[in-house]
């Protein structure tokens, strides 16, 4: 298959999982710092303090993108770097890093696509009530304004959040994710104020006008039913309204969907409305939807998840990941053709796929096979989706380097570069080569 002339390949990383140097030049705690540090959080009793140390070795991490030969980088900038306290003055020193790390990328022919927010939200702003708050909405707008003020003028693409339904449901419903918090109320709040904090960065960059396009990131999933069944397809339903639609539907028509919204009050919880101002904000048109795409989720009738009254179904005839998860490379083109078809973004980029897999080290060779396999299915069925005219521009593979992964800590790793976490040694694996030869010549065979 040969992609289109323009499309871009990249490579994704974020801040917490591989920058390190976690209070140094004047950063503040980040609640990833913060929950980290708490016994028991991290499977395997580490913490992201260090984690690939990027913050010290940015230029030897730039250099192996350039010889990997992708055409963009997307990374993440941390709130607590630029703003300690999440707001006051600036940090130059946090500011200065981000600016040397643009100057690095656009020196080597490398477009820099910026994450805003990708979970390490300041612990100052938390202890005042994180995202449930709206001062914290307020200072995200200030920490994006300068963003775009001071970096605007080189970054090709903004993304305003990465995976909002992570940061609400399992940072505040399941508890899996920092701040460790089980309220469902609490979530569908903390959902509403990250869905306004998107539409006013939107409505900023518009008004302080720098170049490139701005979007944002949602994981998105197929979900199918067990069978047939009356049940197991209303089951289906509102899974797919608590993972998909309820992010979705007020981004693209301005309200949250009606039938989740019955269904949540039928189940006694507080759900936010939304005022026609916040609605028009929310939906305020934005460049490119950005599609963070692992597995499919299959679901019947029952109570493993008890609010939404659904079990989680695994097919015995699959193969699955070291997360767990079913490989489903065909899920791509069915979720990119339903947003298509359902939501109409102007344009779509698949800003993560990867796969975590055991890796198997030959002297100071990495064999990954199983990778290349999954990427190399995923990027076949993608290319289904493009030739029918689903306006898909770039796929960002996940990740540049073996990093820390979240809870479960370095227990996974998902990078085509090989991280020694003792040596902090970088080994590009089997994959990087195979996927240096797709970046390189827009052609998977």
């Known amino acids: ?8 390949f990249g490579t994704a990383t974020s801040s917490y999982q591989i920058e390190g140097g976690w209070k140094e030049d004047g950063k503040g705690e980040s609640i990833w710092d913060h929950f980290s540090h708490i016994s028991g959080n991290i499977q395997d009793g580490s913490v992201g303090d260090v984690a690939c140390d990027h913050y010290h ?7 192996l993108i350039k010889e990997l030969g992708t055409n963009a980088y997307r990374f ?89 339904w992570v940061i609400a449901f399992m940072g505040h419903y399941l508890g899996e994710h920092a701040p460790g918090k089980k309220d469902f109320n609490l979530a569908l709040r903390v959902s509403k104020n990250l869905l306004l904090s998107h539409g006013l960065a939107v409505q900023s960059f518009r008004e302080v006008g720098p170049v490139g ?90 109570e493993d998840e008890p609010v939404l009254e659904v079990n989680f179904f695994q097919p015995q005839k ?4 070291d997360m767990g998860w079913e490989i489903y490379p065909q899920g791509m083109t069915e979720i990119v053709k339903w947003v298509e078809e359902e939501y109409r973004p102007e344009k779509i980029y698949i800003t993560e796929n990867g796969v975590a897999l055991p890796d198997v080290r030959e002297g100071n060779s990495i064999l990954d096979p199983g990778r290349i396999s999954f990427i190399r299915s995923h990027l076949l069925d993608l290319s289904q989706a493009i030739d029918t005219g689903s306006p898909v521009s770039g796929y960002f593979l996940w990740s540049l380097l073996d990093n820390f992964e979240w809870t479960l800590g370095f227990s ?34």
């Open 1 to 8: 298959m040969q992609f289109p002339q323009g499309f871009l």
């Open 57 to 63: 070795r940015m230029k030897e991490d730039v250099a």
């Open 76 to 164: 993440s900038i941390s709130w607590p770097r630029i703003f300690p306290q999440g707001e006051g003055q600036v940090n130059q020193k946090g500011l200065d890093f981000y600016q040397y790390l643009l100057d690095e990328l656009v020196k080597n022919d490398i477009q820099p696509v910026v994450t805003l927010y990708h979970w390490d939200l300041p612990q100052a702003l938390e202890s005042k009530g994180g995202w449930a708050n709206q001062e914290t909405v307020a200072a995200y707008l200030k920490y994006v304004k300068i963003l775009f003020q001071t970096l605007g003028d080189r970054v090709a693409l903004w993304i305003t959040h990465n995976e909002p």
């Open 213 to 302: 396009d701005i979007g944002i990131s949602l994981n998105l999933s197929p979900v199918h039913p067990v069978s047939e069944s009356e049940e197991d397809i209303k089951a289906k339903k509102r899974y797919d309204g608590f993972l998909n639609r309820w992010f979705l539907n007020p981004l693209f028509a301005e309200e949250f969907p009606s039938d989740m919204v019955e269904w949540y009050q039928k189940k006694g919880l507080q759900v936010p409305s939304l005022s026609k101002e916040e609605a028009r904000i929310i939906s305020l048109p934005f460049d490119f939807l950005g599609i963070n795409y692992y597995t499919r989720t299959v679901v019947e009738a029952g």
């Open 318 to 321: 699959a193969e699955y990941t």
């Open 412 to 445: 996974k790793r998902f990078g085509i570069i090989w991280v020694d976490f003792s040596t902090l040694e970088r080994i590009p694996k089997e994959s990087y080569f195979w996927y240096q030869k797709v970046a390189k010549t827009g052609k998977v065979e």
